[in-house]
């Protein structure tokens, strides 16, 4: 793409110049957030470290300040129910893309035609399929058990995210991009369109997070098509603009 290596080049050193400034000024957050965390649990470390996908598949440690209990991983399972990417949701997909199609005048070539693992399908049928599916790539729980009370108020202030000034400084990511995905979500992502979100940066924010940040009704195909959106459009006018929207979407509304 014309023009690319020149914005990879401004991004890069837009990065190093706010992830250093961000740290300084956090410090003492960094600091305070960090004893905090030590005094609620000494058995656990302050610094929750999970291994994640970035951009073109890029594998790396990404830090955040531990939110949750120690053995929140193994409990991950037990919370499907809570999951607020869900079948329930997908099947919400179905009655739209249904009631839309059912609205319109029966006519040929009406209905939306998708291209999936090498065959052509109706999108209705598409969305079934995956309702059908076991899991969903996507796992955010509402009102989660594991959240400990400084893990809650860091979540809900994004203060629990302050650590990935250092990936951004190490260049794992960036500070705009399409959020880094956990091992289990991101070998879900298989489909060409899916797999689209792997062209951009990883990133601090984002576009699904200033668009649908804290609202329990997206859905998983809400999210991947905003990250794809992202990367089929990545520039730094679109960086800065996500940059702006970012600070009063901070504070999340939900338990999310």
Known sequence: MKGKPFHTFVKRVFDILVSLTGIVITSPVLITVYILLRLESRQAPAIYISKRVGSNYKVFDLY????????????????????LYSKENVAKE????????????????????????????????????????????????????????????????????????????????SLVGNRPLPLYEAERLTTDQGSKRFLAS????????????????????????LDVEYAENESMWLDNKIIFRTFPALFQKENV
């Open 202 to 225: 990883a990133g601090l924010t984002g576009l699904w997070q200033v668009t649908k940040r804290g609202k329990a009704d997206m859905t998983e195909q809400e999210r991947i098509n």
């Open 64 to 83: 955040k300040f531990r939110s949750m209990v120690p053995d929140a991983d193994t409990k991950i399972n037990e919370l499907d129910h809570l999951n």
């Open 94 to 173: 179905v009655v739209g893309v249904e009631q839309e199609s059912s609205d319109q005048p029966k006519q040929d070539g009406n209905q939306t035609l998708l291209f999936h693992d090498d065959e052509m399908i109706e999108e209705a049928e598409y969305l079934r399929r995956r309702m059908s599916q076991n899991g969903t790539a996507f796992k955010k729980f509402s009102a989660d058990p594991r959240i400990t009370k400084v893990g809650s108020f860091i979540r809900n202030t994004s203060i629990d995210e302050l650590p990935q000034l250092f990936n951004i400084l190490k260049g794992d990511m």
